[in-house]
């Protein structure tokens, strides 16, 4: 083998290499901003939930109250028109 022969195996080598890796640094950049999102938006997704229990449980308890002043409600009427007896007509 001649020099240049030598020399253009070791090119082809060095540019087979950086074609191969460009690609794979591209694919790890890649791989590390999703997972970091990932991790965010799984940060995002559980106080998203956490909060939305505390809304649930709020308007659970703002529910039983109006339950409560409903029933009280129903006994005022039922009382009230106990008290109303329907004239007789002679």
């Not at 590390?32 to 939930?49: Q, Y």
């Not at 109250?65 to 002679?90: A, N």
Request: charged letters at 30%; glycine letters at 4%; hydrophobic letters at 40%.
């Amino acid at each position: 083998m001649q020099e240049w022969d030598v020399f253009g195996v070791i090119a082809s080598l060095a540019a087979l290499f950086a074609l191969m890796i460009a690609p794979i640094v591209k694919l790890t950049r890649a791989i590390t901003r999703l997972t970091a999102a990932m991790e965010n938006m799984e940060k995002s997704v559980d106080e998203l939930s956490a909060r939305n229990r505390a809304a649930h449980e709020d308007l659970w308890r703002h529910e039983h109250g109006q339950d409560k002043t409903l029933g009280d409600h129903e006994t005022r009427l039922r009382v009230i028109e106990s008290d109303r007896r329907p004239q007789r007509r002679s």
